[in-house]
């Protein structure tokens, strides 16, 4: 069975810094794009960062350049993404996501495997 499971959120204050992990188990997914979505309460999924299946690409929406950085560990089949100067609108839950191409996708149709979720909340 297939899961992703993600961890590191929390509640952090304005400027402060997290580092999201997501482990990924049932399957290797060395060859394939991997991406990290967040939603807001009451607003649709958004795309924060995508990497390629080497590691070598990586893309970033334009709220988040800067900030936050999306790397992968293939050896350990874990994604990462280290959030740095995080605001209030950064608030979400953010999930990770197998992209079913090599390159990742900024729309979420593209993926097939999804983890449930952890949330961060940016405190003012």
């Known amino acids: 069975q297939v899961q992703l499971i993600e961890s590191g959120g929390g509640l952090v204050q304005a400027g402060g810094s997290l580092r999201l992990s997501c482990a990924a188990s049932g399957r290797t997914f060395a060859g394939y794009a991997m991406g990290w979505f967040r939603q807001a309460p009451g607003k649709e999924r958004e795309f924060v960062a995508g990497?390629?299946?080497?590691?070598?690409?990586?893309y970033y929406a334009d709220s988040v350049k800067g900030r936050f950085t999306i790397s992968r560990d293939n050896a350990k089949n874990t994604l990462y993404l280290q959030m740095n100067s995080l605001k209030p609108e950064d608030t979400a839950v953010y999930r990770c996501a197998v992209d079913r191409d090599i390159v990742p996708a900024r729309t979420s149709s593209e993926y097939d495997y999804w983890g449930q979720g952890t949330q961060v909340t940016v405190s003012s």
């Open positions: 990497i390629s299946w080497s590691g070598t690409s990586t």
